[in-house]
């Protein structure tokens, strides 16, 4: 009878919480080799990864078990992202180390939580001089900033922001080694975006109920990462940010630090996790990239002044438009397929990859 109970409880606890959309959750497999298999022409799930510097992907990306929340059960992994002074990426003076999702669901419709926790140390920390724009979208309708904002005063600023438009919202000062949890709160059909957060292992809370905004996804801009303007400067020293519990959901909102699958990840915290034999990786030689692997050379670059002035979508077209260097077609595309004015969807890398331009 007891346990009858406990199942039946733990049916409506997983009842309620939010379908998920799409997982960035990583397992005791996922690697840091399997993001070097995403390409243009092979776009596995879950993430896309072609926004880096020059250096092999180990440079700038690393799995373990110490890199997550320890209160996120469900990941048995986070991932550090790093920058450094080699992480431009197409020619641009921005460092950027950014993976985005490989979804198949549209995360652009309806009521979604954008879930994500994020932590720096006191090794590779940030620079508070540096505006950092994270985990934020291609239109910058939302967004976490770091550091001094473009055109702010003085030389440092050690806020973590969250902005809608850019206009600042909520803010704090960013502690070491504290864990910060997000979820952004977006209605795409009231276009309103709110802001749920919380630090360590305490749930989600609303800090911000939804405010107006002009939220838009083609559900492949979702940004996680860092992208550090140069604000007129250069320091090439890495910076390290530690991210877990990266997914989408629909209505109602998740509230566990757990996240959407509690316990899947094994054990809180790494400890007691029976080592069961990992499956042998894939020989990355078996599946040879196509030559048409390369990607758009002038892809999604956000403007460097994104920052200050919110993105005005002011004359509504009728369906979703993409939005300039955004994608607009290709082999498996599924978002938008029409152009803002007044741009025009053009074929950039055959059968896999077109862009408004
Ligand atoms: C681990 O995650 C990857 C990517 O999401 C998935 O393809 C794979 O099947 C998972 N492996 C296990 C053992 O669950």
Not at 66 to 84: C, L
Not at 276 to 288: E, G, I, L, S, V
């Amino acid at each position: 009878m007891k346990r009858i109970i406990a199942g039946l409880s733990l049916f409506v606890a997983s009842a309620r919480a939010g379908t998920v959309l799409w997982s960035g959750i990583f397992n005791s497999s996922a690697t840091v080799a399997n993001f070097d298999k995403w390409s243009w022409s092979n776009q596995i799930p879950p993430y896309q990864w072609y926004i880096h510097g020059s250096g092999p992907t180990s440079e700038y990306l690393a799995l373990s078990p110490s890199y997550k929340n320890p209160a996120d059960t469900s990941d048995a992994q986070g991932i550090k992202i790093t920058i450094d002074g080699t992480a431009f990426w197409n020619g641009q003076t921005m460092e950027r180390s950014e993976i985005i999702p490989q979804a198949s669901a549209s995360l652009g419709t309806g009521h979604l939580y954008y879930h994500f926790s994020l932590m720096t140390s006191t090794t590779n920390p940030p620079n508070p001089g540096f505006e950092h724009q994270i985990a934020f979208f291609e239109s910058h309708f939302t967004e976490i900033k770091y550091g001094l904002i473009s055109g702010e005063a003085g030389t440092t600023d050690n806020l973590l922001r969250w902005d809608v438009g850019g206009v600042t919202q909520w803010s704090t000062q960013l502690k070491a080694g504290n864990w910060y949890n997000f979820a952004y709160d977006i209605d795409f059909s009231g276009g309103t975006i709110g802001l749920w957060a919380s630090s360590g292992s305490a749930p989600l809370t609303q800090v911000v109920a939804g405010v107006k905004g002009s939220p838009s996804t083609n559900s492949a801009d979702w940004h996680i990462g860092q992208l550090r303007l140069p604000n007129g400067g250069t320091n090439a020293a890495p910076e390290d940010w530690y991210w877990s519990g990266i997914f989408v959901e629909q209505a109602p909102i998740t509230t566990s630090i757990a996240g959407p699958q509690p316990g899947a990840g094994g054990g809180g915290g790494g400890g007691g996790t029976p080592t069961t034999t990992p499956a042998p990786p894939k020989t990355t030689t078996t599946t040879p990239p196509k030559s048409t692997t390369k990607p758009p050379t002038t892809s999604s670059a956000p403007p460097t002044s994104a920052s200050s002035k919110p993105v005005t979508t002011s004359s509504t077209a009728p369906g979703p438009t993409q939005t300039h260097y955004g994608q607009c077609g290709g082999n498996g595309w599924t978002g938008p397929t029409v152009c803002a004015s007044p741009y025009t969807c053009t074929v950039v890398s055959g059968p896999y990859y077109s862009q408004c331009l």
